[in-house]
């Protein structure tokens, strides 16, 4: 069965300018989590999408911004990009009230210019 | 709050050596799930193992082990007779494990290992 897609797999943009990173969940899987990865922090927990409805979100500016559709895909969107969110988003999916195992995508990386 | 700390920033071993990565962490849930996960090159995240908090029970799978002790809040990872292949950076999580929590996972800062041949 196909795995997480995420799309773009890399990207550049100027700063100022805003992204939408998309992902593909796992069919059958509801939850849909975001993490930013970054060689000083590590892996940051952005946020969690289930059945449409967000459930938990980390400790990121409200640039960051995220939805869920009804087919459970998801997108994420930075607005006003600084060069610090340079890292790489990575997605997962879950199939959702509890945590179970999270299955992740490649990630997309982001440089900021 | 949830932390764990993977105290070992970069390990490198010799084809066919074990090695043992280790894992602290802390949380006030009482009920709460373990993982490990591996990170090649590529950038994805590959789910190794996961571990409830009310079984301690360790696990063996081919090469890979695990040792988890509640009393010292430690999961620790072992591979045994390294390979080449091995080579990735190994993550430590923890989640909440009451139903209706999220599956927010928190990461430690992950370890490099190196297998040389």
């Known amino acids: 069965k196909a795995g997480v897609t995420q799309t773009p797999r890399y990207l550049i943009k100027t700063r100022g300018q805003q992204v939408t990173l998309s992902c593909s969940p796992i069919s059958g899987h509801r939850s849909v989590s975001w993490y930013q990865q970054t060689p000083g922090q590590g892996l940051q927990f952005l946020f969690e999408?289930?059945?449409?409805?967000?459930?938990n979100k980390g400790n990121f500016p409200g640039r960051f911004s995220g939805r869920q559709f009804s087919n459970s895909r998801s997108e994420m969107n930075v607005s006003t990009l600084e060069l610090g969110d340079s890292a790489l988003y990575l997605c997962?999916?879950?199939?959702?009230?509890?945590?179970?195992?999270?299955?992740f995508g490649q990630g997309t990386r982001l440089t900021v210019v | 709050a949830q932390k764990v700390t993977q105290a070992q920033t970069e390990i490198s071993v010799v084809e066919k050596e074990d090695v043992t990565l280790d894992c602290v962490y802390e949380?006030?849930?009482?009920?709460?799930?373990l993982f490990w996960y591996k990170q090649p090159p590529s950038g994805e995240l590959v789910f190794l193992i996961r571990r409830n908090s009310f079984d301690e029970q360790n696990e063996i799978s081919g090469r890979y082990s695990w040792n988890f002790q509640k009393s010292t809040s430690s999961f620790n990872f072992t591979i045994t007779a390294s390979q080449v292949v091995d080579s990735a950076v190994y993550f430590c999580a923890l989640s909440e494990a009451r139903p209706g929590a999220n599956s927010k996972l928190t990461f430690g800062k992950g370890i490099t290992l190196s297998v040389r041949p």
């Open positions: 999408y289930f059945s449409e409805t967000q459930r």
């Open positions: 949380t006030r849930d009482t009920t709460y799930y």
């Open positions: 997962a999916s879950s199939r959702g009230q509890v945590a179970t195992e999270a299955f």
